[in-house]
Each structure stands twice: as C-alpha cells, then as structure tokens.
C-alpha cells in the first residue's frame, strides 16, 4: 500500500497538537506502508526528510478569495494529484480543510480514495469565537465563516472514503453534519516514555501554541478572572506559560502582571512540567482531543479543566481530572488541590494510569490499520 499524505502544516517541529499527531501518525503509517509527504508551505525538504525516514516535499501554495470558504487555483490541485501519481500512490490522505481544499475536494470526483484527517469541525471554532465576540460585527463575522465552513466540510464528509475524528463525542457530531459519512475513531495519544511523573512544584502551568486564538484567549481568561479570585495564601505563585508566538497582547499582560511568566517556545516540556503543582486547562474555544491535558497527565500533573477543554476525552471527572467552569469554581479547586497535596497527588496518579492504559500513541492509532488493510483488500 502506497500512501500520499498532503497537510498545510509541517510535521516538525513538533510544537503544537496539531503537529504532534501529524508526526506521530506519519511515522506510524511509515512503519507499516509506503509513504510520501506533501506539505503545503515552504520549508526544508531534506531535513524534514531526513528526520522523518520519508519522502517529503514542500510546495507552497496560497488560497484564493472567493465564494468557497478556502478556493485555490487548478494549478494547485494538479500539483497535488501530480504529486501523488508520481508516487504511484494508492490512497490520498489529507490533513483538515486546507489540505482536501487543495486536492481541489469537494468539488471533483478524486480518482482515489480519499482518508480525511481533523477534517470536518473546523467550523465550530468560528461558532465558539462567536459566543465570546466582544462586538456585533466581530460576532456576525464569525457567525457567516462558521455558516461558510460547515456547509464545506459536510461536503468533504461525502466524498472521503473515510473521515478520521479524535473521539467518540465527534463520531455523534458527525453523523448529525453528514449522517452517511463513513467514520472512524483514532484518537490522540502521549509518548509516555518521553513524559514521566516528578514531585510536585510549587507554580501553576498552561503549554499550548499561542498564535491559536483560543489559546491566548484562555490565559487572559485566567489571568484577569481566575488568579484575582485566589486566597491571599496563594496569590505568589507563578502562572507559568509555555508556548510560541504569544502576540504583543500577552506581553503586555505580563507587564502588567508579575505572576504571569511567558516561556516562549520550550524544546523539552519536561522540565517546566516538573516546576508544576497544578496544571490548568481554562479553554472556552478550540477543538478536538486536547494533547496538552493528556501530557500533563502523563507528567502526573492534577488537571483542572474547563468541561470543553477536555472534551473527547474518555475520564471519570473528579477521579483523573477535575472540572469546573466559572471563574470562582476554578480558582476554588485550584486552592483544593493546592491544600491537600494528598489528593493533588491522587489524581496525578490516576490521571498518569489513564493515559498508559488508554492513550498510548501505538493504541490510538491502531485503527488506522483496519482502514488500509481493508482498502487494500478492496483495491488489491
């Protein structure tokens, strides 16, 4: 089985949700088939290749403005399906929207089956941004994109052979967008050997790529609602944040607010997760199975989490991570974990358990095999 992969991000460097299931993905998918990848953007081929084990291309390429939500040019799309023909490539997989756009779907019969990763739930990004909107027209903006992207990615849900999602709660969102999209579960995972469990710190974490919106939006969310409603007991500990790109914004905030330190981008996590006692988790926006909460499990962090910052996620609440949703709710079971170490350390370990019982990246993209050995008995 020949697979030609084309995603708009480049698999390394691993520094984002995105990125890290890419990469582990292609790397599982290499060990098992023939794989060649192509990225979307400009970069350098060679090392990518190189620290990849495959073939890997870079062709940068940009969307157009037009009625669709993402358009390109034929160029484009013959690019992709040259690329994939040279390969001699049996199956096409496509790396969320921006990818299957690019194959020119779904506007075209592709001349091969299609498997679309994170590729159909993009659109509730634009709704959630429209609940949080600060003005009327920023909401209808965003209210128009989401109306502009649903309609699109429902119609990439039938023409894919198969839609890859995170979890079981978007196999249900799914069959409400396209009931007759054919749908398989391959979660996110932790290379659990990489993150390990250490004593606990005494500062409170948040990893996550800033340049994504609901990323930013959560660490000013904890910073102006969360940490202000702390007991003075706890109003020394430092809000310690790693992630790329924070924007001039989240600078700021750091001026203005000592207990808030930006790490920028931090090549080993382990580290920073070892100077944590909690990790917090105050997503209001986003998408998908959160691989920032399942590392600090697996760094035997305590979590405390919005209900949607850990969604897809397969827990018991109060047993590996902790839940609450207003600012006064959080802050208080921030203070409980911080009062009792006993049980802070109870539910790192439960949480730890968890994710080498279930989300071990090997496990969670195990079902990726079924689908290419059952398009291989189809397709010889």
Request: hydrophobic share 45%; proline share 8%; charged share 25%.
């Amino acid at each position: 089985m020949r697979i030609a992969l084309v995603t708009p991000v480049p698999p390394l460097p691993a520094d984002s949700g995105t990125r890290i299931r890419l990469n582990q993905i292609i790397r599982f998918l290499s060990r098992r088939y023939e794989i060649a990848v192509l990225v979307l953007l400009a970069g350098d081929a060679a090392s990518v290749s190189r620290q990849l084990g495959v073939p890997v291309t870079f062709h940068p390429v940009k969307a157009r403005r037009g009625v669709r939500p993402i358009t390109f040019d034929e160029a484009t799309t013959r690019a992709v399906w040259q690329f994939a023909a040279e390969w001699k490539a049996d199956v096409l997989q496509v790396a969320m929207p921006f990818a299957a756009a690019a194959a020119g779907l779904p506007h075209m019969q592709p001349p091969l089956p299609v498997i679309l990763d994170e590729g159909c739930f993009h659109h509730l990004r634009f709704l959630r941004e429209a609940r949080w909107a600060p003005t009327v027209a920023t909401r209808a903006r965003a209210l128009l994109r989401w109306w502009r992207l649903r309609r699109f990615e429902r119609q990439l849900a039938t023409v894919a052979h198969t839609v890859v999602v995170v979890s079981e709660d978007e196999v249900a969102m799914l069959r409400q967008l396209e009931p007759t999209a054919r749908v398989v579960v391959v979660p996110n995972g932790v290379d659990t050997n990489a993150v390990y469990p250490s004593p606990p710190g005494d500062a409170l974490l948040f990893v996550g790529l800033l340049s994504y919106a609901p990323n930013r939006d959560a660490v000013r969310f904890f910073v102006t609602e969360i940490l202000p409603r702390l007991s003075p007991a706890f109003r020394d500990l430092e809000f310690l944040v790693a992630g790329n790109d924070p924007g001039s914004d989240l600078e700021d905030l750091a001026r203005k607010e000592p207990r808030l330190r930006l790490l920028g981008f931090v090549p080993d996590l382990q580290p920073v997760y070892n100077r944590a006692a909690v990790f917090v988790n105050p997503m209001r926006g986003g998408m998908g199975t959160r691989l920032k909460v399942l590392e600090a499990m697996a760094a035997g962090k305590p979590v405390v989490s919005t209900t949607l910052g850990a969604e897809g996620l397969d827990f018991t609440p109060g047993r590996e991570l902790l839940l609450a949703d207003s600012p006064a709710a959080f802050a208080e079971t921030i203070q409980g974990l911080l009062a009792d170490a006993d049980r802070a350390c109870e539910i790192g370990r439960a949480g730890r358990a968890l994710v080498e019982a279930r989300y071990r990246w090997e496990t969670c993209l195990a079902p990726f095999e079924k689908v290419y050995k059952e398009l291989s008995f189809r397709h010889g």
